[in-house]
């Protein structure tokens, strides 16, 4: 079953701690996204890669970190240095970087108790 | 960097009527243009786009309209069925990285 996946669906987190989100994909693509969706906000960009070992700060980078060290692994850190963590994360891929289809995970939402 | 700017932020219509999103962008290197459409509690899915070298494209009952001068772009849904109801986005991006609109919600009532 070809496709992005993220994991988990549903995380809670206490003030202060890190976490990782997970996004998967095994459609081979090259380029890579994470974006955060709040009410009434749309998808504000949070990082993005074009290739493996590359990626660049979005919008909205400050206090998120990445890494892309294999092809198909994206993930996303929310450090305790984001003010305003809880929000529906998104991973999305394309087959290239730019003008073409991204192609969504089913989301991450988090929630800072 | 770019700026997209979608309106309405709500649309309410009655099914089998026309509708129709707008979207303004500002920079004139954008030359690809997507529409996604997120069903409630679902991820959003692509279900048109444009290129800058076309003025029009048409898949069934959607179809969209780019105007590069005026630098606008417009979603149109005709005979809209209550299975159009959802949130839509529309897209843009210079030198390729991608900023979406903020996002509207159609409503079709049965």
């Known amino acids: 079953d070809g496709g992005i996946t993220q994991s988990p669906k549903y995380l809670f987190r206490k003030e202060g701690q890190n976490v990782t989100l997970s996004c998967e994909q095994n459609?081979?693509?090259?380029?890579m996204y994470w974006y955060r969706q709040d009410p009434g906000q749309g998808l504000r960009l949070i990082y993005y890669s074009q290739i493996v070992n590359d990626f660049q700060k979005g919008d909205i980078a400050e206090g998120y970190s990445v890494s892309r060290e294999k092809k198909e692994s994206f993930p996303l850190t929310v450090t305790s240095a984001q003010k305003n963590p809880t929000a529906f994360y998104l991973c999305?891929?394309?087959?290239?970087?730019?003008?073409?289809?991204?192609?969504f995970g089913p989301g991450t939402r988090l929630t800072v108790l | 960097g770019e700026n997209v700017e979608q309106h309405p932020s709500t649309l309410s219509v009655q099914e089998g009527d026309s509708a129709v999103i707008k979207c303004t962008y500002s920079d004139s290197a954008s030359n690809y243009f997507p529409w996604y459409k997120q069903e409630l509690g679902k991820r959003p899915q692509l279900i048109i786009d444009i290129r800058s070298n076309v003025g029009e494209k048409k898949d069934q009952r959607i179809a969209v309209t780019l105007n590069k001068t005026a630098k606008h772009f417009s979603l149109h849904i005709t005979e809209t069925q209550p299975e159009d109801s959802a949130v839509y986005f529309c897209?843009?991006?210079?030198?390729?990285?991608?900023?979406f609109g903020r996002g509207t919600s159609l409503i079709v009532h049965p």
């Open positions: 999305a891929s394309s087959i290239e970087f730019g003008g073409n289809e991204q192609f």
């Open positions: 897209a843009g991006g210079g030198s390729y990285i991608p900023t």
């Open positions: 459609l081979n693509h090259d380029a």
